[in-house]
């Protein structure tokens, strides 16, 4: 198989300890292939192109190449790539295995003959089934464009039906087959759930909208095997993770912890899934621009990371995951604002509580005027502003967080900005940097009466849906 992979490769080794004893064998003869390089890589959770060197060799005169260990190997869907970083064909190993395989170029993958191994020709007839499969399609596709009236297009869409269930029929088919195969893992792992379509009605006639969402989500992971380790060797998990945490739990902190500690439960029996869930709703609670991931940051960094369960780490990188969950704590959503006092940008003697500003809400900005997305931010919130915000009781405490004092009354004047409270913090005596999170500007939080955050790191766009959300709520908690 011919295919550009890009930013193909991470070469590395990544031990994997523990698991077995006996390492594998692996004799490839690949004629017209000589005196050059070949590697043995494997998946891990993530689809091409990140796959990870395991091993690597020479192909002799004979287009004979060998690959060898006597160290156990976690299992899984592995991979022969050829030095051109084109060429490649995907196996299934296990630890132990002794194979052997002929592969001539023309035709790979399908033209793979294997030796002692079973399971791999079942994967390879499952590949010639998927070839025959995707030709099916792309002749439906263009008999699709084709179509000139309803009654084609519906002929079309059928055979398109019938060729998909063809697909999940097969896969079925072979697990009842095989039911301890590991390529049945594999097919259980790829699974989605059919949702009934005759449930969606109510006893008393009613019909449940949410039926669909509530069955397809509550049986997502029915036939993943969390007890099978060498599932993390393939292209499936992190696929499945992100299409359930990002596509079907809802994005509210108390919803996303109690899935991830489902997850984790479910992940713990096996050692490699258990550290890739950890580290992947870690990653992802930290990247995510949903307002609020920030505290199940937090969350899984007090309860797992800090109790012991980021065996793999090490103390230094411990030590950075800890640093950072602190950094984020005082902040998270649901808080007391910590305190800022500091004083005005105009007058030193004239001290700032941010506590002490009488409002319905505050927004609390920290910008600088040598930032260049500040001189554009914030006009357009001034203008918000004065449109829209002070009516709904909004002041703003600005914080200067870098830049010179004449920078700021400059930018101040251009732009009209008398309305604010200016602070500054010329000695650097405050802490509001730790406090807030403060690596970049601008940033913008927004607390309310009592000072508690309901939102950060806004932006004029989202700020007055955010007060139209939280007033709602607190109309509703009322009625």
Known sequence: MQRSLLTLICLFVFSLNGFARHGYHITIKMPGVTDSMAYLAHYYGKPLPTIYKSDSAYFDKSGTITFQSKDSILGGIYMILLGDKKTYFELLLD?????????????????????????????????????????????????????????????????YESVGKSLINYRRDYVQRNPRSFLTAIFNAMEMPEVPKDQEVRADGTVDSMFTYTYYKSHYWDKFDFTEDRLINTPIFDAKLDEYMNKLVLPLEDSVIKESDMLLAKARPSKDLFKYTLW??????????????DAVFVYLVENYFMKGDAWWLEADQLAKYVERAHSIAPNVIGNLAPEIKLPDINNPKLIHSLHDVKAKYTLVVFWAPDCGHCQKEMPVLDSLYKAVLKDRGVKIYGVKNSGTDEEMQKLLKEHGLKEWIHVHDPQRTSKYRADYDIYSTPVIYLLDEKKIIRGKRLDHSNIVSLIDMLERKQAKAKS
């Open 95 to 159: 630890d132990g295995d002794n194979i052997e395989i002929t592969a001539p170029i023309e035709g790979l993958p399908y033209s793979l003959k294997f030796k002692n191994s079973p399971e791999n020709e079942h994967f390879l007839d499952y590949m010639k089934f998927l070839k025959g499969f995707s030709e099916k399609q792309q002749q439906y596709s263009g008999d699709l464009a084709k179509a000139k009236t309803k009654a084609d297009t519906a002929a079309v869409n059928k055979k």
């Open 280 to 293: 992947w709703l870690t990653r992802n609670a930290e990247t995510s621009k949903i307002m609020g991931m």
